[in-house]
């Protein structure tokens, strides 16, 4: 499956901001997807993944109460909805998704990725 971010920006410290993943060439609703970040210079991580049936949710502790990781499966899309943003959380942000009814959170357990959307917040 091909997948698309969009959505990124710039916002100020406190500012919210939803990013969002399209899908081509299939159908979600088999898919766990997942949302991970890069910053310059660092690994990419993990931060938040939604399971493929169940719609069970989990998060990096950075983000709990701040982001929520939803889908929508007729429009093959899943969102990140970040609130209170802190200049930590800038990054370029992407999804990644894989065939699987369980949420993932390992980089080698996603088989397909966005190609990215930058998130910058100044404080």
């Known amino acids: 499956v091909q997948l698309v971010e969009s959505g990124g920006g710039s916002v100020q410290a406190g500012g919210s901001l939803r990013v969002s993943c399209a899908a081509s060439?299939?159908?979600?609703?088999?898919?766990?997807m997942g949302w991970f970040r890069q910053a310059p210079g660092m690994a990419r991580e993990f931060v938040a993944a939604?399971?493929?049936?169940?719609?069970?949710?989990y998060y990096t502790d950075s983000v709990k109460g701040r982001f929520t990781i939803s889908r929508d499966n007729a429009r093959s899309t899943v969102y990140l909805q970040m609130n209170s943003l802190k200049p930590e959380d800038t990054a370029a942000y992407y999804c990644?998704?894989?065939?699987?009814?369980?949420?993932?959170?390992?980089?080698?357990?996603?088989?397909?990725w966005g190609q990215g959307t930058q998130v910058t917040v100044s404080s």
């Open positions: 060439g299939r159908s979600l609703s088999r898919y766990a």
């Open positions: 990644a998704g894989r065939l699987g009814s369980n949420y993932y959170v390992d980089i080698p357990d996603y088989t397909d």
């Open positions: 939604i399971s493929g049936i169940g719609r069970t949710t």
